[in-house]
């Protein structure tokens, strides 16, 4: 059974930055597509992004997309989201998970307590 924890998540202003980390209790992210999903008060769980085994591929939501970048550190078994411009409707809690492919974004194992995201305006 893998474990997910990911962090970084604060309060921050309108316009701002943050950047999250997903770290894993055993080394298997390199054996995976990776994702970050985030579910924002009262609503369901959104894909936000995905990245390839090697990082040479992403993919992102629509409403993200030249904002927030994914990237992975397959040697520390790290995946991460750097958030800029940040946008009140991107408060949320974000979870990070291995995933079945870059576009269906399946999660594979299961959710870690996510990190809370909150953007004032």
């Known amino acids: 059974q893998v474990q997910l924890e990911e962090s970084g998540g604060r309060l921050v202003q309108a316009g701002g930055s943050l950047r999250l980390s997903c770290a894993a209790s055993?080394?298997?992210?390199?054996?995976?597509?990776m994702g970050w999903f985030r579910q924002a008060p009262g609503k369901g769980r959104e894909f936000v992004a995905t990245?390839?085994?090697?990082?040479?591929?992403?993919n992102y939501v629509d409403s993200v997309k030249g904002r927030f970048t994914i990237s992975r550190d397959n040697a520390e078994n790290m995946v991460y989201l750097q958030m800029n411009s940040l946008k009140p409707e991107d408060t949320a809690v974000y979870y990070c998970?291995?995933?079945?492919?870059?576009?269906?974004?399946?999660?594979?194992?299961?959710w870690g307590q996510g990190t809370t995201v909150t953007v004032s305006s």
């Open positions: 055993r080394r298997v992210f390199s054996y995976y597509v």
């Open positions: 990245i390839n085994l090697s990082g040479s591929s992403t």
């Open positions: 998970n291995a995933v079945s492919g870059m576009a269906t974004a399946a999660p594979l194992f299961s």
